[in-house]
């Protein structure tokens, strides 16, 4: 073996050992309405409530308590399939019970429910003119998921900053289900 190939092979095992941990599948459990987004899902941001919020609950065998959540846990919405994942303004995961599911913010261990499933909850704003990330980014798009008829995907991600980026598996949400969805 020459030393190009050397490098080759070293550099391709060092990409496929940087991936990042697998967080999981979902199931999508339901979807209603609220005015409000607890602070656990905003790190303590107060934001805005005006009832436009759609509240998603998920459920796996996958504890995010136990998953490797270093640099922060988030989640990304978008039309389905999944091409932009920051178009829609989305907060969570938390646990079903309203607490964190990061095991550094969380005062106890996550538990399975009765069902022997882990449960998370997730907000979407229903509605949103177009906005801009950071100052001279790109104008992402206003969307209203109450009035699409577009499926949403979700998912859940640890940054890794490029390194160790984890991922889980996408939630389809239908779009009939967003546009039923109850007051809560």
Partial sequence: MNR??????????????????????????????????????TDGVQIPSNGNYLRIGVSSN????AANTGPGLYTDADFCPMQDPERFIAFGPIASDGEPV???????ELKRGVDQRFHYLVYIKASSPPRKLFPNSRQISAYDL???????????????????RSRSGSITIPAKLLSKAPQA
Avoid at 102 to 108: F, G, I
């Fill in 62 to 65: 996958t504890s995010l308590y």
């Fill in 146 to 164: 109450r009035t699409s008829k577009r499926d949403v995907c979700i998912r859940f991600h640890v940054p890794g900053y490029n390194i160790i």
């Fill in 102 to 108: 990061e095991d550094y913010k969380r005062p106890k």
């Fill in 4 to 41: 190009l190939d050397l490098v080759v092979v070293l550099t391709l095992s060092a990409s496929l050992g940087a991936c990042g941990d697998y967080l999981g599948d979902y199931t999508l459990d339901h979807v209603d309405v609220v005015s409000q987004v607890p602070s656990s899902a």
